[in-house]
């Protein structure tokens, strides 16, 4: 808090100077703390003045004590008269080596054991030898005074020293300079002679009519006193701590006690205090000054150098003149009043002469032993002279400051607190309703967006602190004259403009800014819309007489609030920019008033609000209020319109060429609007299922490919294994040794014992066949890099194996063709019964039968191919879904052998047979098709191929005859479309041509309104103009700044996603801001037709802002600029509402405040 607010600390130095003034005063006289007797404003300014007094005489005393006498002060200020008076302290040092030394130290003694001549300890000793330099330091110094810069042609020389002092070092570095002339500390004393008249009084005066005197505290007179006594405490701070801190420490050894020079004020009275006499003593006082007066003109002792002048007759008459007005006393009484007179301070400067005189004597008394050393009597009494000099510049300082903390404490004690800039905007609002007349007093930014004869759809508002802010608003349209306003324009894009009406209204919004504003209340522009309500909201700048420029916009529904920050940006006043620009080049001068004028086309704010549902029927040709309860129609237009951008078009009613649009009742427009939208929105459904169609698939592809590759990891996991298990190992080495074996040892044997062998044999090489069968299956199931390696050791053991039958079919003197034939009957036969076999089983009769179709011709294969498809297609489907674990390389190695039996049918059945694998369909007839490969099969032995190549062949075929008829069906819509084609294409002839016609229609409707003659006070883009020239004119303090409104970066929605869902929050910065904009512009595209239909439900609100700043806080600017805020407010807003109502100040207030405008504020009201 400031200083002045201290007020115990100012009673407990006050309290301790009224010992003193008691002593100093007869014993009748009473006095107190200035904020405890009652007095008049008058008297602050007279207390203010008896203060600098006595600072002002307490620091020539000071001088006097230093050596300035009365003929000295007498020069000063002749000197005064024609340059300024400079105090300074010239300083010198010289520092000279006088010898130098050696002495031994002893360190302390040490004992340590040991046997010494038969003793048994032993004590030593460090000696260490010291070299000490000594040197010679000398020092000279002058108090001086001297007038303009000649520092040596008019000099007087107040007090000088010098001393000097032996200095001892333990190296050979100078410890000072050895010759230094240091730089002078200065200060200028002009202003205290100044306050001395010709007779060497002082004559301190405030002239109270002066233009920058507001307070006892704030003038130009006091503040001039405060500067010099703060320059002079910081003088006498630098020469003190000089000495103290640098001179001082040279002579450690002086022994003097320096806590002498620790000055107090119950040591040494300061003659500056606020105190005032108790009023009942006033009147004897003031009978008794012209006797104590020649009293003291006869004292010839006077230990004061400074005498207080009289006050002359022209400090009375100001006096008298600036308390007049705030109370009734006489002129003695306003210029004394209760302060202490011009005799009681001479008394107060006499007594303050003597107690310093006596604590300096004292001073020289205790420092006169060390004469002629650095540390003297000389330099104490200088230190302790400056010491009392800065005490007596603090009281004054603070003594002041106590002044105007009694107008605050008074001022707060008036009003019951501190008011705040909160505070006074409620009074301002207060204040307008009882200055304004009804009709044009300023009201709350807060208006309903509503049609007539309809409840609101919303509520649009400017709030600072979630309270409506106020503004002097003006509806051109129903004003007190009508003007001819037109319609607005505004662009959505390059190549739609549109047009709208209604009410056009503009607002001067005057807020008030102190110093410290109090934060936490941000101005925000509020939209809130009503449940199946909306509007749509455009925020931007007036460009022109009739355009519009958004900058942003967005679509307000369903109980959705925003809130859009506002910034404000205060761009300097007119006389500001006047006073800047006047020293520019002409350059320069243009180019800043055509940046300015960008400024001030800125501070025109507009917030636009177009209403949705009137639009909706007038775009859909509907009559008004035909929407007003279809509330799932209208929610389903905008979802239309604003989600999926749908022409109005395709939704709008069009009555039938022979029908009166007017005559079709509304219900049965209503009607064919709601079935145009259900059609639109089961097509926007299909193409929703369609996508979802497609993003199921994709996502049933994604699944299949993720369990391929984890089939096919697995896979190749069990090749990986099965690799080391596919070598010619010793088990194969050891069949064909036994089946050597018992070749040799049938050619032994005779026929009654051949034919167990024989059987013997052939169940060894049909163990050998499994074996090379499976050893195939494997290979192909490695990789491909892994396959030749083990395809010879295949090829191998095959070449083995047929050498081996062949010798076992000659040992029993058979055929191969005729064992294959046996072989795979007995296989035929129990093929029949599949549904018998287990799952092993059927792997190894596949791998049988695979064995025996190698070994037959193919001429012979077919046949056996017809017995062998029932169990290979049972098999198959359980490789599919098996019911125990097969071996799926058993099917798969078969199904290659049938395929090849197939070689001599059609190559369309062999092709058949490969797309068979990939399909698992059944239930299609088979195509037509011919033979080819230049061989003819009749339509039983082509079916019998087929049905030979597995079941997967008829489904492929099933395939190809599905998407012949798809095709076919294809080409039967195509013709049907065709046909609606035209149809359509007929009736969108004639809509396109009524389309036309009402465009025309529309485009004279725009271009009427657009030659409408514009008054000039209806083009609301002059209004910058006006309110510059109303500001310069006027605004007396020029404290009014024109203001831009901008919005903030980030906004608030707070929405229901759903009718009964809870509101949720949600933050819309740059990105989603553009896109708002997007989809409002797009919702008005499709509303007027890109700009073919006005928009006649809308309103335009244009703000026009304008701040009265100050340059301190509330309480400060009443305090200390002696200002009423309230006035200098008041005064901005009727310059802006004369400017917004186009009407003289007087003509919109009431009569009972025309007087009090006319007093404080003529130039307004006079104009």
Request: hydrophobic residues 35%; proline residues 4%; aromatic residues 6%.
């Amino acid at each position: 808090m400031p200083s002045y607010l201290e007020e115990e600390l100012v009673r407990s130095k006050v309290l301790r100077g009224l010992r003193c003034v008691e002593r100093v005063l007869a014993q009748n006289r009473a006095v107190g703390f200035g904020s405890d007797v009652p007095h008049s404003y008058g008297d602050k300014y007279a207390l203010a003045e008896f203060m600098v007094r006595g600072a002002c005489g307490a620091a020539l005393n000071s001088l006097q004590q230093l050596g300035l006498q009365r003929e000295g002060l007498r020069e000063l200020k002749e000197w005064s008269k024609e340059r300024r008076v400079i105090l300074s302290l010239w300083r010198e040092e010289k520092c000279t080596f006088d010898r130098k030394t050696r002495r031994e130290v002893e360190g302390a003694s040490t004992v340590k054991a040991g046997v010494v001549a038969g003793l048994l300890k032993m004590k030593t000793k460090t000696v260490t030898t010291v070299e000490e330099h000594f040197w010679d330091v000398e020092g000279r110094w002058e108090l001086r005074a001297f007038g303009g810069t000649d520092r040596q042609a008019k000099k007087r020389i107040l007090r000088e020293g010098k001393g000097a002092a032996k200095v001892k070092t333990l190296c050979e570095e100078s410890p000072r300079p050895s010759r230094s002339v240091q730089d002078a500390l200065d200060v200028d004393v002009s202003w205290l002679l100044e306050q001395v008249n010709g007779d060497l009084e002082v004559e301190f005066g405030i002239d109270r009519n002066a233009a920058g005197c507001y307070t006892p505290r704030r003038n130009t007179a006091v503040e001039g006193a405060l500067s010099f006594f703060s320059e002079l405490s910081r003088w006498c701070k630098s020469v003190r701590v000089y000495f103290e801190e640098d001179v001082f420490p040279v002579e450690p050894e002086h022994g003097l006690d320096l806590t002498l020079l620790q000055t107090t004020s119950e040591r040494v009275f300061v003659p500056v205090l606020p105190i005032l006499q108790v009023a009942k003593q006033v009147e004897q006082l003031r009978r008794e000054e012209p006797l104590l007066r020649e009293m003291e003109k006869k004292k010839t002792s006077s230990r004061s150098l400074a005498l207080v002048s009289p006050p002359d007759a022209a400090t009375v008459a100001a006096a008298t003149a600036t308390t007049t007005t705030a109370t009734t006393t006489t002129e003695a009484d306003d210029l004394t009043g209760r302060v202490l007179g011009w005799s009681d301070l001479e008394a107060f400067l006499e007594e303050e002469a003597r107690s310093l005189q006596e604590w300096t004597g004292g001073v020289e008394k205790a420092f006169g032993g060390g004469e002629g050393g650095l540390v003297s009597k000389t330099e104490g009494v200088l230190v302790a002279v400056l010491r009392h000099v800065e005490e007596v510049a603090e009281w004054t300082e603070t003594g002041l400051d106590f002044v105007e903390g009694m107008l605050m404490r008074q001022l707060v004690a008036a009003l019951g607190r501190e008011v705040t800039s909160e505070d006074f905007g409620r009074y301002m609002r207060f204040h307008n309703r009882k200055l304004f007349l009804e009709e044009v007093a300023p009201r709350e930014f807060c208006y309903a967006v509503r049609r007539d004869g309809h409840d609101p759809e919303g509520v649009v508002a400017v709030e600072e602190g979630s309270v409506p802010v106020m503004t002097t608003a003006r509806c051109l349209s129903l004003s007190g004259r009508r003007i001819s306003t037109g319609r607005m324009r505004f662009a959505l894009n390059a190549a739609a403009e549109v047009s709208f009406g209604g009410e056009r209204f503009v607002h001067a919004y005057v807020r008030h800014r102190f110093s410290t504003e109090e934060a936490g209340r941000p101005l925000e522009l509020v939209a809130r819309a009503r449940q199946f309500s909306g509007f749509v909201l455009a925020i931007g700048r007036i460009g022109g007489r009739d355009l519009f420029l958004p900058e942003h916009a967005i679509l307000v529904r369903n109980k959705d609030e925003l809130r859009v920050p506002l910034e404000l940006e205060q761009i300097p006043t007119p006389k500001e920019f006047e006073d800047a620009v006047e020293s520019l080049s002409p350059e320069q001068q243009r180019f800043a008033k055509a940046y300015r004028s960008m400024q001030m086309e800125a501070t025109l704010f507009g917030v636009c609000v177009l209403q949705v549902k009137p639009q909706l029927e007038r775009v859909l040709n509907l009559p008004q209020g035909a929407l007003t309860k279809e509330l799932r129609l209208t929610e389903d237009l905008l979802e239309l319109f604003v989600d999926h951008n749908i022409s109005s078009d395709l939704l709008s009613f069009q009555a039938d060429f022979l029908d009166d649009e007017d005559e079709v009742p509304t219900a049965h427009k209503v009607e064919a609007v709601r079935g145009r939208v259900e059609a639109m929105k089961a097509v926007i459904q299909e193409a929703k299922d369609e996508i979802l169609e497609e993003q199921r698939r994709i996502a049933e592809l994604k699944r299949l490919v993720l369990e391929e590759e984890e089939r096919k990891r697995v896979e190749e996991q069990r090749r990986k294994e099965c690799h080391a298990a596919i070598v010619y190992d010793d088990a194969t080495a050891d069949l064909f040794e036994e089946i050597e074996w018992l070749l040799q040892e049938g050619k032994k044997l005779q026929d009654d014992r051949l034919e167990d062998h024989v059987s013997k044999l052939k169940k060894t090489l049909r163990e050998a066949k499994r074996k090379l069968h499976s050893l195939k299956v494997e290979v192909r199931g490695l990789p491909v890099y892994a396959q030749p390696e083990y395809q010879e050791k295949v090829n191998l053991f095959q070449t083995k194996l047929t050498t081996m039958r062949r010798d076992t079919l000659d040992l029993a003197g058979e055929d191969i063709c005729g064992a294959a034939s046996t072989e795979l009957t007995d296989l035929q036969r129990v093929a029949m019964h599949p549904s018998t076999l287990s799952a092993t089983e059927e792997s190894a009769m596949l791998m049988n039968i695979n064995c025996c179709l190698s070994e037959l011709p193919k001429k012979k294969r077919i046949t056996p191919l017809l017995s062998v498809k029932r169990l290979l297609s049972t098999v198959s489907n359980k490789v599919q879904e098996p019911q125990e674990p097969l071996n799926p390389y058993a099917v798969e190695s078969c199904e290659p052998v049938c395929m090849n039996a197939c070689e001599d049918l059609s190559v369309q059945s062999k092709t058949f047979y490969k797309q068979a694998k990939k399909v698992k369909k059944k239930g299609f007839d088979l195509p037509e098709h011919s033979s080819t490969g230049g061989k003819n099969i009749s339509d039983g032995a082509h079916l019998e191929a087929v049905e030979s190549c597995g079941p997967v062949a008829v489904e492929t075929v099933a395939e190809k005859t599905e998407q012949k008829n798809e095709e076919q069906h294809t080409e039967k819509m195509d013709a049907q479309d065709t046909a609606e084609a035209v149809e359509t294409e007929a009736k969108d002839s004639e809509k396109t041509e009524q389309q036309e016609e009402e465009k025309h229609e529309e485009e004279g409707k725009r271009e009427e309104g657009r030659e409408i003659v514009y008054e000039e006070e209806g083009d609301i883009s002059k209004l910058p103009e006006k309110l510059e020239e109303k500001y310069k004119e006027f605004d007396e303090d020029n404290c009014l700044r024109p203001t831009i409104i901008k919005t903030g970066k980030q906004w608030k929605r707070k929405g229901q996603k759903a009718l009964l869902s809870p509101a949720e929050e949600q933050v819309l910065d740059g990105e989603g801001q553009k896109e708002e904009r997007n989809k409002a512009f797009d919702l008005l595209d499709s509303l007027t037709r890109s700009g073919a239909l006005p928009v006649e439900e809308a309103s335009l609100h244009v703000v026009v802002a304008a701040t009265h700043c100050f340059d301190l806080t509330l309480m400060d600017t009443v305090v200390q600029r002696s200002v009423n805020p309230v006035e200098k407010v008041e005064r901005s807003t009727l310059i802006a509402a004369s400017v917004v109502h186009d009407a003289h100040p007087s003509s919109l207030i009431k009569d009972s405040h025309l007087h009090r405008l006319d007093t404080y504020s003529p130039k307004l009201m006079r104009s």
